[in-house]
């Protein structure tokens, strides 16, 4: 195997933050004695999450075994999606905040799976993968993502197993959403549908556009991270693996 040095476009910050949640947790198990320290950890699953490389690429590069990369990797994604904010605490957050308005889309996480795998086969994007439920602030900045659920579950249903709706109308927050959201109540408002519409109903939805969009940019900017371009691991890890680098990617706009 060959090998060279390489970037990762990452701030120092991350790479501390991150070391110090493993130094704590080693700390707390009394497991202090490991083959990597906790910044040389730290920088392994960075590499994982941010350029998707696989375990035995990682494992070769920081000269650990294929299954030790993977529990490093599991046990540091595991802490850090424990301090993704809940979705009521994420409401609270936008409204302190004063936003005029939120951002509800959803996105696919596609996954290695077989044509076989119907239920994880999304008719709408034509592949199989995850739907993730992703809040955002009218800038595109990330409030909040959702566990996971099959790709073939429609946007609306997933915001309402997540009790989304729910809680934006509790909140009388306004939402933002488009057209997969239509019948989601009064406080979410989706563009006008049908063919031949009026003027007013076109331009209506020309300004639903023009804001809509940046905060539609936080579905790109989670996926930098180029683990969720194609998951090559359990499906059922890929809301996890949101919740991780969305807690990470806030680090990094600090």
Same mark, same amino acid.
């Given at each position: 195997? !060959? ?30 004695? $490991? ?31 294929? *299954? ?35 951002? +509800? ?29 992703? !809040? @955002? ?20 249903? *997933? @915001? ?9 109308? @509790? ?54 991270? $180029?683990?969720?371009?194609? +998951? ?8 996890? !693996?949101?919740? *991780? ?5 806030? $680090?990094?706009?600090?």
């Amino acid at each position: 195997m !060959l090998f060279y040095r390489a970037a990762l476009p990452l701030s120092s910050q991350t790479l501390t933050y991150l070391a110090g949640i493993l130094r704590r947790n080693r700390q707390a198990l009394k497991s202090t004695k $490991r083959r990597l320290n906790p910044g040389q950890q730290a920088m392994l699953v960075l590499v994982y999450l941010r350029k998707g490389e696989t375990f035995a690429e990682i494992a070769a590069g920081f000269d650990v075994g294929t *299954a030790t990369a993977w529990r490093y990797v599991q046990e540091a994604v595991a802490l850090v999606a424990q301090r993704s904010p809940t979705l009521d605490q994420a409401i609270r957050a936008a409204k302190r905040t004063g936003y005029a308005f939120v951002v +509800l889309d959803g996105t696919l996480i596609p996954i290695d799976r077989l044509a076989a795998d119907r239920p994880f086969y999304s008719g709408k994007h034509k592949r199989h993968g995850m739907n993730i439920q992703v !809040l @955002a602030a009218p800038d595109g900045t990330p409030l909040w993502t959702s566990g996971s659920l099959p790709g073939s579950v429609h946007d609306l249903k *997933a @915001a309402r197993i997540w009790g989304i709706i729910r809680r934006l109308q @509790a909140a009388k927050l306004i939402t933002l959403a488009d057209k997969a959201y239509v019948g989601a109540g009064e406080k979410v408002l989706v563009p006008y549908k049908g063919r031949d519409k009026p003027q007013s109903q076109k331009t209506a939805n020309s300004a639903h556009a023009r804001l809509r969009a940046p905060g539609e940019r936080a579905n790109a900017v989670l996926k930098n991270w $180029r683990i969720l371009r194609k +998951l090559r691991c359990c499906p059922l890890r890929a809301g996890q !693996l949101v919740k *991780a680098i969305f807690v990470l990617q806030a $680090r990094e706009v600090r």
